[in-house]
């Protein structure tokens, strides 16, 4: 058995923990450059917002709706998710972190799954301050669907029976129930069925979950993949799709941000790109990789009017490495090269490519510039980093603020990083 703890509304969350005032208010959190929408409170999507909503469409609300709009924290959110995890994981023996608001939790061998469940979602609201909803099944499609279930159960009253909402343990009810509310659920609503698939499974006559369940395995695999034969064998409680409990590491590595005006001289954009190459380096340390080549690119907006620009570069490194220094000075020798005068550059990036395993080693005769290894300094650095904040300790091309505001996102709603910057923590006065 799997469950599936998911936080709500997460961002907006995470701003309502440290806000109370916020509660009950429409609340939404815009993406970088305070761009369009990208969590969202029930307040908030009942007036009708949607996902990706274009921040200047629902300015107007801030005046007649009395919606809040916040630039992304992520600082905060990384950091809320962290403490929501640590909690989520003491439901069973292992946890599968999902994304920053996901876990599943397998159960085996955890009594009283149910009652368990709520003392874990009442130890997050009470700890964390972030409500959750809990999906429990016998596989990992089944415990997404609970989930689903166990949400739309508690914002749209009469969904779904009442008692399955907040925690939802499709384990615990009886056949002739399960399959009245599988009959109620639309195909679009498991996991792993997007739009397309579940318009052609409407076609073929396939509306709801109960009738996916029904469905002749044979005929899925043909007419549609293997993959979705896995999902309907999932659905009828067979367990196909196992817990991954770390991640692959990652075959490429790309910091890349809009700035928050256009930027058209050298001088603010090596600044960036030392930035970017900075943080895409100690990404790389933390999975103890070593890159082999290092790209860059800029271009200006494609909607702009004006002169279009937009150039990317390989730059090999002369031998694998995680060194922040090399790494730096390659994506500014790239972008010098590739850079041109006169052009409203709005975007760059660095990307860390050919990432090999740091653990093993090749080695080689030195024969020319003595490689040092500087990988002490480099732990130091990331630690001391982790510890008082990102850039406390930076390369000097990343720039002095305020200089470095030339091109820096917008993020003109930011709530302060309350749970990890020393000098934001929130001040309570009685
Ligand atoms: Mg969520």
Known sequence: MYA??????????????FRPALNRCPVVVLSNNDGCAIARSNEAKDLGIKMGAPYFQIKHLEITKGLVALSANFALYGDMSERMMSLAAGLGPEQEIYSIDESFITLDGVRNVTRRAWAIRDRIARGVGIPCGIGIGKTKTLAK????????????????????ARVCNLEEISRSELQTILEQTHVGAVWGIGKRISNQLNEAGIANVWQLTQADLGTIRRRWSVVLERTVRELRGESCIALEDAPPPKKMIACTRSFGHPVEDLGPLIEAVSEYGSRAAEKLRRQRGLAGQVQVFA???????GPRYSRSIIV??????????????S???GLKRI????YQL?????????ISDGTIQQCELDMGEASKDRSALYGALD???????RGTLHLASTGVEPVNARWEMRQERRTPRYTTNIEEIPVVRC
């Open 316 to 329: 090999p490194l002369l031998r694998p490495t995680a060194d922040t220094a090399l790494i730096v000075r």
């Open 4 to 17: 599936l703890v998911d936080g709500n509304n997460f961002y907006v969350s995470c701003e309502r923990a």
């Open 339 to 342: 850079y041109e005068d006169g």
């Open 383 to 389: 630690k001391i980093n982790m510890r008082y904040g």
């Open 346 to 354: 709005i975007k760059a990036g660095v990307i860390l490519l050919d």
């Open 145 to 164: 669907l609970a989930n689903a279930i166990a949400k739309d159960a508690e914002r749209k009253p009469g969904s779904y029976p009442g008692h399955l």
């Open 299 to 305: 271009h200006t907006s494609p909607f702009r009017p």
């Open 331 to 333: 994506a500014v020798d």
